[in-house]
């Protein structure tokens, strides 16, 4: 009978045995219900779309994808791929095409369907459907500008990577690119080229001279040309501070704070060892810092712990400044930028790792290495539940992955152990690749990038590839245009040795240009990625190249995510130019007027006015920091700042600058000085702008004079005597502010006779040059040349009659 009960046990009646024996299946949550792919014929891989995949439960549940060409029974289409056939929820799918060989058009539509093991479906079919476009050819040369810093004792040789691309239908093909360098010291060389062309940018530092040095790179390829400007910095011998991050970014949400930890290395890429104070120059009200002090010695860098308070901070953007200091290192101080994004409270919590991901190796045939951590990190007040599987790659082998708990709780006051590890196996030697998916219960998904590298058998090992796995990043990622985000690539080869030679670029699908990545020690290597464009979807792709070691060539590792559109200052990296003789890369001098170029700069379009006869260092909320000095203000726009660089600036050393924008602020660039840069003032012809005796101006209807006196007009001159102070007008009685470097003219090859070299009177960093024409020159346009200290400025001409 249904129900009785004997010697302790329960029967069943068949109606309960029948039910158990079922397969439970829940109701699958599958979003987006359909996939469309874009892709460049003859180009990159077009990007991949994901789909979520979670139960409406929370429960996992194991599903599979069957694939068709758009009904039962027709072919699967071989452009088609699928990242896994076989999965668990939650689960991740990413979607994408194979382009080679199609020719422009539209393809598909085909199908995924999500099934139980059965075969029953779980949810609508989903179309996918690609389109492929030819583009015409287009060359990309990145990065745009290349900026070396080395010191005397240091290595004498550094190296960074140029990418060379067609992003548009094509390629470029092996052996079209031709590299030269403009200077002795820079050695540039094609690396590789397939698909992508690789130039290695060597500067080698034996016979150089602390200081700035500048030379050009010329790239010639098939689709044209292109300079890159090189700056290379030398400093003396001593220690150099570094602060990275530079810039660093977090997310809250209103009333339930966050326990993410934030650091900040305070690094000395110099010799001997530096102490160095730390504070918060802006921010103070919600972040803290720890310790306030410290030293730093080359490969034994000082850590700095944020912590910030977010039960006060309303829903929006917080910026803070991080100053640096030490009195051992030229460069001092330096700057870090913290950007906390608080959320509205009813916004829906998202998980963080760190680290977002993880590179394993193991011997084909032992034990499986030691699992490795994640913590998870949420910003909810109230304990909410997490759900984790980890699935591999199709391709990459079968259930190797692994992670505990699969189903847990989370807080802000209680982040999540996750323990990621790798199940026995016998795989063969290689690279493998897998994702562990996160879901809170919703389709907003994060995943934790996991690479195994396989060894074979044996003492010895011979290596044969390389492994590479984003760590600063998860896939399904989410930031800001403006907001610095953090990159990390952990490189290793097959046999487990971490590569530290290698050359890393990563490209961004969102137009960004490339950013090349330095090594931070033990394979890991970082950077700094501040995004100018949205996309509610793209790719980043990082390229490496380990040079040197036989057998490797080179690999890619790909993130996907999103870039959401933000309105936050950006200070564009080599950015700050000289106004009248604009050379990028190049130094400045004190006192020179310079031009700013970014984005979101300033609220509105100002020409600031003088105020008791000094120009403002603040206007409509926006001011410039050189070093530890506020810059005086000539103009403002929301892409270009012009600026006075502080007179009072010492010349010979590197310093930060950034911008100030009502509380938000850039990541810092940095500049050089030297003691003078002059530049002449010409109209975009080359004319030089000038004035006869009696001030009126000289062109082609009123030309200069054999023998008469005429005024020119130049800036970055350097310090005058008596000195007048940082945007301080001109006197315009005597005595005149005579430049401390006197300058040497000459017209159409002959030296000219300077009468005055100083401010012009009633300016700000105005400079002007008071020259005789000389009496036997030719008439015609002829060239005028001004140099001070050693230094050419731009040339112009001057017509004569």
């Not at 990242?83 to 058009?105: E, F, K, Q, Y």
């Not at 690094?267 to 504070?279: D, H, I, P, V």
């Not at 103009?635 to 009502?662: D, H, K, M, T």
């Not at 012009?760 to 000389?774: D, E, K, M």
């Amino acid at each position: 009978m249904a129900g009785m009960k004997r010697a302790g046990c329960v029967f069943l009646s068949l109606a309960s045995v029948a039910t158990l024996g079922a397969q439970i299946t829940p109701s699958l949550l599958v979003t987006p219900a359909s996939v469309s792919l874009t892709a460049v014929a003859q180009a990159d891989e077009p990007l991949s779309q994901a789909i979520a995949v979670i139960t409406a439960d929370g429960s996992l549940f194991d599903f599979q994808v069957e694939i068709d060409g758009g009904a039962p029974g027709v072919r699967k289409p071989d452009w088609l791929l699928v990242n896994a056939t076989r999965a668990t929820t939650p689960a991740r799918l990413l979607v994408g095409a194979s382009t080679a060989g199609l020719a422009a058009g539209d393809y598909g539509p085909a199908r995924l369907q999500i099934t139980t093991s059965r075969g029953v479906l779980m949810a609508p079919p989903i179309p996918v459907a690609l389109r492929v476009v030819r583009a015409a050819p287009r060359l990309e040369v990145a990065p745009e500008v290349l900026r070396f810093n080395g010191r005397i004792g240091g290595p004498v040789s550094l190296e960074q990577p140029v990418l060379v691309r067609n992003t548009g239908s094509g390629g470029i093909a092996a052996g079209t690119v031709m590299v030269t360098g403009s200077a002795a010291w820079l050695r540039p060389a094609v690396e590789t080229c397939a698909g992508d062309c690789l130039v290695r940018v060597s500067v080698a530092l034996p016979g150089l001279q602390p200081g700035l040095h500048r030379a050009v790179l010329r790239i010639a390829t098939e689709l044209g040309a292109r300079e890159v400007p090189v700056a290379l910095y030398l400093a003396d011998r001593g220690p150099l501070l570094e602060l990275y991050p530079p810039g660093l970014q977090l997310d809250a949400r209103a009333g339930h704070g966050t326990r993410e930890p934030r650091q900040i290395s305070v690094l000395n890429s110099g010799e001997a060892k530096l102490n160095w104070t730390a504070e918060i120059a802006s921010g103070r009200q919600w972040l803290s810092l720890s310790p306030a002090s410290g030293t730093a010695a080359p490969g034994s860098p000082g850590t700095i712990e944020l912590a910030a308070d977010t039960s006060t901070l309303a829903p929006g953007a917080h910026y803070a400044l991080i100053k640096v200091a030490t009195a051992e290192a030229p460069n001092s101080p330096q700057y870090a930028v913290f950007v906390l994004r608080v959320a509205d409270a009813t916004a829906p919590p998202a998980p963080a790792f760190s680290p977002a991901g993880l590179l394993f190796t193991a011997t084909s045939g032992a034990a499986p290495p030691a699992s490795q951590p994640v913590t998870l990190f949420l910003s909810n007040s109230a304990s909410i539940p997490y759900q984790s599987f980890a699935q591999v790659n199709q391709g990459m082998g079968t259930s190797w992955l692994s992670v505990t708990p699969s189903r847990a709780e989370a807080s802000t006051s209680a982040p999540a152990p996750l323990h990621v590890a790798t199940v026995p196996t016998n795989l063969p030697p290689g690279v493998y690749t897998g994702d562990v998916v996160v879901s809170l219960g919703s389709p907003l998904l994060r995943v934790i990038n996991v690479t195994l590298a396989v060894r074979p058998p044996g003492d010895t090992c011979s290596p044969a590839t390389l492994a590479a796995v984003h760590t600063a990043l998860p896939d399904s990622f989410e930031t800001r245009t403006g907001v610095p985000t953090r990159i990390g690539l952990r490189l290793a080869n097959d046999c487990g040795q971490p590569v530290a030679n290698a050359l890393v670029a990563v490209t961004f699908s969102n137009g960004d240009p490339a950013l090349a990545l330095r090594h931070a020690g033990d394979g890991l290597y970082t950077g700094v990625w501040v995004p100018r464009g949205a996309a509610s979807w793209m790719s980043l792709t990082a390229r490496a190249w380990a040079p040197g070691l036989p057998g490797l060539g080179t690999t890619r590792a790909r993130l996907h995510g999103a870039v959401l559109e933000n309105s936050a200052p950006v200070l564009a990296p080599n950015g700050t130019l000289h106004t009248l003789n604009p050379q990028v890369g190049a130094a400045l001098a004190p006192g020179t007027i310079a031009q700013i170029f970014g984005a979101d700069l300033a609220a509105a379009t100002a020409q600031p006015p003088l105020s008791g006869g000094r120009l403002p260092t603040s206007f409509t909320g926006s001011s410039v920091i050189v070093g530890e000095s506020a810059a005086p203000l000539y103009y403002l726009s929301g892409g270009q700042i012009n600026a006075q660089i502080p007179v009072e600036l010492p010349p010979g050393r590197p310093y930060p600058i950034l911008v100030n924008v009502r509380g938000a602020y850039t990541l810092p660039d940095s500049i050089y000085l030297v003691p003078v840069q002059p530049g002449v003032a010409a109209f975009p012809d080359g004319r030089v702008v000038a004035q006869d005796a009696g001030f009126r101006l000289i062109d082609a209807g009123n030309p200069a004079r054999r023998g008469d006196y005429i005024v020119i007009y130049l800036a970055g001159m350097g310090l005058t005597n008596p000195m007048v102070a940082s945007g301080l007008q001109t006197p315009s009685l005597p005595p005149l502010a005579e430049v401390v470097a006197r300058p040497q003219v000459s017209i159409d090859g002959q030296p000219a006779e300077v009468v005055f070299a100083g401010l012009t009177p009633a300016s700000v960093g105005l400079y002007q040059i008071n020259v005789r024409v000389p009496a036997d020159v030719r008439t015609g346009d002829l060239k005028l040349l001004v140099s001070q200290g050693g230094v050419t400025a731009n040339e112009t001409v001057l017509p004569v009659r």
